[in-house]
């Protein structure tokens, strides 16, 4: 059913400033999180690392990602979001460089663990602003420029870590090493300014135009009083809710997928294709260009039609196949599993927006931000699996033989959002007219 959207005023301080800055934090944040992908095989030469032990110093990263989610979530929603991102961003920079420093296998999981603990928090905090500052009619399109962090993080990272790896070779350290560090530090400076800009709700920004702090604080006033799926008021007993759980399973097995891929996507290709570690991060930057365009669409469609259950079951039911596809025909040649990745990827990164979004909708305000953090915290444990399992799979000779894998898992995801519940039994239901 059609809804009337809100018309985006691009002038205005969330739109121009507030989300683009949260944008670009977790750009930085997932950058840093995601380019050991195209450090890898430096790493393979200098300190031995084997596939499966490179799936699992990429998976230890979200067992130090669980612990923060719920803590930082709760601060987030009851103390101040903003304070936890600068915090946080100082911290995520400074272990992400330190990555480069390390000299064995053990050092580098241990500097993942700590990665992985202090960016945990962030994904909570980031959450809750978009949930202060945009009103539901909004809230699609807000969480779906948000979700550009899947796709310009990849865009970005990979032809930059490309030419690191081909040019930069400073002090006689490897360039691998260079990678680390130089693409960690550019995360403190934005979390300076960050802190400068964006408050934690419209409230508290004094130059904050009259007209836009009423709207948004009348709109949000509005959903605050709108009935939700999950009530409770304690962690414990929301997060065991029908809704919520199907919620949080069909993220966990996307994120499976997402990161099954991500991680090995520059050593699978480069084997298939026997390209130069600078050509490859070029033709990789392909899929998240098209991932891009599909979160603009993704978002367009859901602010303006009541369909983002359908629409998440669709896109990884797409992304699921696109896989299979790969599986079975992409070893014959690299542009069939070039193209079968652009399809995957744009369908996995279009439907996050549908998830963050969907999670406000489905809380109360005051819940926000700790049950995002226990969302995270249970579907990033995803991201552990699916590095670790395609690595496995892969370490045999077959190149392809994860993507089946990856590809059930997205068939799962889909199950598991057909089955939640978007809205609660007894809320009213608004003619037509009335919503416009």
């Known amino acids: 059913m059609e809804t009337k959207a809100t018309k ?16 670009i934090v977790y750009v930085l944040a997932y950058i840093d999180r995601i380019n050991i992908s195209f450090a890898m095989g430096g790493m393979t030469k200098e300190m031995g690392v084997t596939s499966s032990a490179g799936g699992m110093i990429t998976g230890v990263f979200f067992i130090g990602y669980t612990l923060l989610q719920l803590p930082a979530g709760h601060l987030a929603s009851r103390s101040s979001a903003r304070r936890n991102v600068m915090v946080l961003s100082v911290l995520w920079s400074l272990f992400s460089a330190l990555q480069g420093c390390v000299h064995s296998v053990t050092q580098l999981v241990l500097v993942r663990f700590l990665l992985g603990t202090v960016e945990g928090g962030m994904f909570p905090s980031l959450i809750v602003l978009v949930a202060n500052w945009f009103p539901p009619k909004e809230r699609g399109r807000a969480s779906g420029f948000f979700t550009f962090y899947l796709t310009l993080a990849p865009l970005v ?4 870590s490309g030419i690191i790896l081909g040019h930069v070779k400073w002090l006689g350290w490897a360039s691998w090493r260079w990678l680390f560090i130089l693409e960690a530090l550019p995360g403190i400076f934005v979390a300076i300014v960050f802190y400068c800009l964006v408050t934690d ?5 004094k130059k904050l135009k009259p007209e836009e702090r009423e709207y948004l604080v009348k709109a949000l006033a509005e959903e605050a009083a709108q009935p939700k799926v999950v ?6 007993k929301a997060a065991f809710r029908f809704s919520f759980v199907f919620l949080t399973l069909g993220f966990f097995f996307r994120l499976i997928g997402n990161y099954g891929t991500q991680i090995w996507m520059p050593t699978i290709v480069k084997g298939i294709s026997g ?11 392909l899929p998240w260009l098209s991932a891009t365009c599909g979160m603009v669409v993704t978002g367009w469609i859901t602010d303006h039609y009541d369909c983002k259950k359908r629409l998440a079951v669709l896109e990884q039911i797409v992304a699921g196949l696109a896989f299979l596809v790969m599986y079975y025909y992409g070893g014959s040649n690299v542009w069939i599993s070039v193209g079968c990745l652009i399809v995957a990827i744009t369908g996995m990164a279009s439907v996050a927006g549908i ?11 005051e819940m926000v931000g700790g049950l995002s953090g ?13 590095p670790s399992v ?11 033989a994860g993507m089946a894998f990856l590809s059930g898992m997205l068939m799962v995801a889909s199950i598991c959002v057909a089955l939640i519940q978007v809205k609660p039994a007894s809320a009213p239901v608004k003619s037509k007219a009335a919503s416009a």
């Open 8 to 23: 985006i005023d691009w002038k205005s301080f969330r739109w121009s400033v507030a989300l683009p800055l949260i944008m």
């Open 157 to 160: 990272m990979s032809p930059t």
């Open 201 to 205: 709700n419209p409230q508290d920004r």
């Open 231 to 236: 009530q409770d008021k304690a962690y414990w």
């Open 275 to 285: 390209f130069s570690d600078q050509t490859v991060g070029f033709i990789l930057a």
């Open 355 to 365: 998830y963050y979004s969907l999670l406000p909708q489905l809380i109360t305000k």
């Open 374 to 386: 226990i969302f995270a915290a249970v579907s990033n444990i995803g991201g552990f699996i699916g």
């Open 390 to 400: 395609v690595g496995y799979l892969i370490s045999g000779g077959n190149k392809l």
